[in-house]
């Protein structure tokens, strides 16, 4: 059975925090029909991330214009996201708006050096991890969770890390 069409319009819905489509982010699992209502599973990339509420606005009202007068219901599934769900096409407008995602050894979205340091545990969002890469002096965030080892193993100027 192929995908319903809406899956299209639920993959552009752009991520409040971040300007990328859900689809992209990794993070729209399937959209259905079931009961007369559209079915649609998310994976939040934290399960308490708390623009779930804002992307669950904008899922419906991209549904409500592409398909009036039908329910629309999210589920978000616990667990099921991660940095590797992320496309190459979303990795790279991540990169484009300077952030990198989670998964390897921190790179500079801006120059690609590798010479980079943390700088906190978290970014303006638990999601986000801030790093300074050496290079070019640019600050970056890494995307992920906030357990993602990946992460969360180069030092941190705040504790000391070189």
Known sequence: MSPDPLTGVVAEVRDPEIDVGLGDLGVVRSV???????????????????????????????????????????????????????????????????????????RCPYCGSDDVVGAGRFGGAVCKVPFDCRGCGSPFDVIGTAGCSAVLSVPDVAQGGS
């Open 32 to 106: 259905s029909r079931a009961g007369g209502r559209i079915v649609v599973r998310l994976a939040p990339t934290r399960l308490s991330c708390p623009a779930r509420g804002e992307i669950a606005r904008r899922v419906r009202s991209a549904l409500a214009g592409a398909a009036p007068g039908q329910g629309v219901e999210i589920v978000w599934e616990r667990g099921a996201w991660e940095p590797s769900s992320v496309t190459a096409a979303g990795r790279d407008a991540l990169r484009t708006a300077g952030y990198r995602v989670a998964g390897a050894a921190p």
